[in-house]
Structure formats: structure tokens, C-alpha cells
């Protein structure tokens, strides 16, 4: 009986400690909300025509994983790449870069780089440029959605035809009832007015544009952006589909959660694979 107890009792010490060994910095989970593994996500991206790829800009789980997804797709295939992060006027230095026709730092000095370029997007343009992938440059330039976000649409027209050029067809298609744009008045507590979720519209429409622009159907393409342009199948994809709803399309979210085990009830049906990060894990910025 005294060892029993011996037994047990270093079986409750021993437990828990072996318990802390698994400290998982993530978990893939479907859209029901199961978990799958890695392979299951790759194996249904190369199904697939188009992929958004939803991250936080600061989650440095969400750019490893771009990374790695991006590697493992293009291994025995060429892709086309394209980023939020690039607008849409800076895609003549970026193709300078990838053509080796400039440097880094020139690329530095002649587009308007994210402060986290370097750590973040770097390693998936520098990917592009050694396997000779495309990358586009999809965003809206930022001076032109700030107009829209104050005056509405109505702003692009006073564009020149070299600066349209640089957003989506005129006039953009836009549904001010799609829970994502009626959620941002709500989170602004209705002062941001009508025109502010209108800008988000001009970045979704244009990257969606840019997206399609760059598509090669032999080439699947890999879009990077910050997960509310596409969470909830919504922003980007609305704008994809309404234009080509003859291709495939998948979508991949980042959320953080406390606890890995189960995906919380709001992240359920966010995207076809959701990536959930440990809350506590440090953010890049």
C-alpha cells in the first residue's frame, strides 16, 4: 500500500510536468472548427486558384507559416505572389528588384516599404526573385483610399488617368451591406461615417482587381494581407467572385486564442483553414 501511494503520488508530480513539454504555438483548424493538420491545409491550397492568405501584420507565426506554405506550393510549380503591402504605383521598382535590375536598397529607396519589410516580406519577395515568380503589387495607393475615407468615391474621379490606373475599375462595385463594412461603422462607433468603410472597399476591390490582373492559369496565385480583407469570405473574395466565379478559391485567417484546443465559437467559418496563434505569443512590433 506505501508504494502504491509512492507510486501515485509521483504520478501526480510527474503528470503535469509532462503536460508543460507540449507548448504548441499553434493549431490548424477547418471551418467547422476541427482540427487538421498542415498537410490537410497544403493538400487543399493546390487545389485551389487563388489563396488568401489573411494574416496580423505582427504575428510572426503568420509569416513563418506564409512562408512555409508558399515554399511547399511552389516546389514543383511556379506561382504568382501579390501583397497588400505593395501598392499599386510602387510595382516598377518591385519588378526592377525581382529583375535584378536594382538592389535592395534601391527597392528601399524607390518604394514606399512597410517598417517590417525587412523581417516579414522580405523572405517572400526575396522567394520570388530567386524562383523568378511574379509578385504584385496589389494595394490601392494609400494617399487615394484617406480621399475616400473622407469624400467617398466620388474622390477617384478627380484622378488622372495615370493615377487610376493605379485602383480598381471606376465606378468600383461596393455593398454597403456586407457585415464586414456595417461592423467597421459599428466599431467606430457610427462617427465614422459612411465613406469610411467605402475605403476599405477601394483596397478590397483593388487588390481583387490587381489579383485577377496578375492570375496565370497555369500559375497558382498567393495573395498576403491583413486577414480582415478576406475574413469571413468577405472583402477581397466578395470582389474575386464577383468577377470570376469560375475559379477556386481558398482562404486562410489568423486569429490568437488562450487556449489551442478548440477554436472559440466567433472564429468558427472565418476562413477555409483557421491558424490559431498562442495569445501570449510576442508580437513582432
Not at 18 to 42: C, D, I, R, S, W
Not at 91 to 112: F, M, V, W
Not at 260 to 279: C, G, M, T
Given at each position: 500500500m506505501k508504494y502504491f501511494l509512492l507510486i501515485l503520488c509521483l504520478g501526480l508530480i510527474i503528470q503535469p510536468?509532462?503536460?508543460?513539454?507540449?507548448?504548441?504555438?499553434?493549431?490548424?483548424?477547418?471551418?467547422?472548427?476541427?482540427?487538421?493538420?498542415?498537410?490537410?491545409?497544403?493538400?487543399t491550397m493546390q487545389q485551389q486558384n487563388i489563396i488568401l492568405f489573411g494574416e496580423y501584420h505582427n504575428n510572426a507565426i503568420a509569416h513563418w507559416m506564409q512562408l512555409e506554405l508558399t515554399r511547399d506550393l511552389g516546389q514543383n510549380q511556379a506561382?504568382?505572389?501579390g501583397a497588400e503591402m505593395f501598392e499599386a504605383d510602387n510595382?516598377?521598382?518591385?519588378?526592377?528588384?525581382?529583375?535584378?535590375?536594382?538592389?535592395?536598397?534601391?527597392?528601399?529607396?524607390?518604394?514606399?516599404l512597410w517598417p517590417n519589410y525587412k523581417t516579414d516580406y522580405a523572405p517572400l519577395v526575396?522567394?520570388?526573385?530567386?524562383?523568378?515568380?511574379?509578385?504584385?503589387?496589389?494595394?490601392?495607393?494609400?494617399?487615394?483610399?484617406?480621399?475616400?475615407?473622407?469624400?467617398?468615391?466620388?474622390?477617384?474621379d478627380s484622378l488622372t488617368e495615370q493615377e487610376k490606373s493605379w485602383v480598381a475599375p471606376l465606378p468600383i462595385a461596393?455593398?454597403?451591406?456586407?457585415?464586414?463594412?456595417?461592423?467597421m461603422i459599428e466599431m467606430m462607433g457610427g462617427h465614422g461615417g459612411e465613406t469610411f468603410p467605402m475605403a476599405q472597399a477601394?483596397?478590397?476591390?483593388?487588390?481583387?482587381?490587381?489579383?485577377?490582373?496578375?492570375?496565370?492559369?497555369?500559375?497558382?496565385?498567393?495573395?498576403?494581407?491583413?486577414?480582415?480583407?478576406?475574413?469571413?469570405?468577405?472583402?477581397?473574395?466578395?470582389?474575386?467572385q464577383h468577377e470570376r466565379p469560375d475559379l477556386n478559391y481558398g482562404t486562410i485567417t489568423t486569429v490568437t486564442q488562450?487556449?489551442?484546443?478548440?477554436?472559440?465559437?466567433?472564429?468558427?467559418?472565418?476562413?477555409?483553414?483557421?491558424?490559431?496563434?498562442?495569445?501570449?505569443m510576442t508580437p513582432t512590433y
Open positions: 510536468i509532462e503536460a508543460q513539454k507540449n507548448k504548441p504555438a499553434y493549431q490548424l483548424f477547418n471551418a467547422k472548427g476541427k482540427k487538421v493538420t498542415y498537410g490537410k491545409m497544403l493538400k506561382l504568382v505572389l510595382q516598377i521598382p518591385l519588378s526592377q528588384y525581382l529583375a535584378g535590375e536594382i538592389d535592395a536598397k534601391g527597392l528601399d529607396t524607390l518604394a514606399r526575396n522567394l520570388a526573385k530567386e524562383r523568378s515568380w511574379p509578385f504584385i503589387a496589389t494595394n490601392i495607393p494609400r494617399r487615394f483610399a484617406s480621399m475616400v475615407s473622407h469624400e467617398g468615391f466620388a474622390a477617384l461596393y455593398d454597403p451591406e456586407l457585415p464586414g463594412y456595417v461592423a477601394s483596397k478590397d476591390a483593388t487588390m481583387a482587381h490587381f489579383i485577377l490582373d496578375g492570375y496565370q492559369p497555369d500559375r497558382p496565385f498567393i495573395h498576403y494581407n491583413g486577414a480582415y480583407h478576406s475574413d469571413n469570405f468577405e472583402g477581397i473574395l466578395w470582389y474575386l488562450a487556449d489551442l484546443s478548440k477554436l472559440a465559437p466567433e472564429n468558427i467559418n472565418r476562413a477555409n483553414f483557421i491558424l490559431v496563434v498562442d495569445e501570449d
